[in-house]
């Protein structure tokens, strides 16, 4: 059974930083495309990274959030710095089986269960 377990959330203020983590159990997704996706309250979830032979950004956190991954702990990261009120959502991992395009959620096969992001002003 697969399970995707993330980590890292919590409240800080703006500027501050934070580090995602997601752990991968039940199968290995060294060369499966892996990323991170966010909801905040009333808005649908939208993209914000993605790890798939190069590293993806959406274009309101590109420069501010590295996306790395560590393939010996089946585990990827999200790093955020200079982080926004705007950034305030839920949190969401998620690891695809195959290809497809990794900005869209219905790309992806499996999910975490979200942790919560918020940044106060």
């Known amino acids: 059974q697969v399970q995707l377990v993330e980590s890292g959330g919590g409240l800080v203020q703006a500027g501050g930083s934070l580090r995602l983590s997601c752990a991968a159990s039940?199968?290995?997704?060294?060369?499966?495309?892996m990323g991170w996706f966010r909801q905040a309250p009333g808005k649908e979830r939208e993209f914000v990274s993605a790890?798939?032979?190069?590293?993806y950004y959406a274009d309101s956190v590109k420069g501010r959030f590295t996306i790395s991954r560590d393939n010996a702990k089946n585990t990827v990261y999200l790093q955020m710095n200079s982080l926004k009120p705007e950034d305030t959502a839920v949190y969401y991992c998620?690891?695809?089986?195959?290809?497809?395009?990794?900005?869209?959620?219905?790309?992806?096969?499996?999910w975490g269960q979200g942790t919560q992001v918020t940044v106060s002003s």
């Open positions: 998620a690891a695809a089986n195959g290809g497809g395009a990794w900005w869209l959620a219905r790309s992806y096969d499996y």
């Open positions: 039940g199968r290995t997704f060294s060369s499966a495309a």
């Open positions: 790890v798939s032979g190069g590293v």
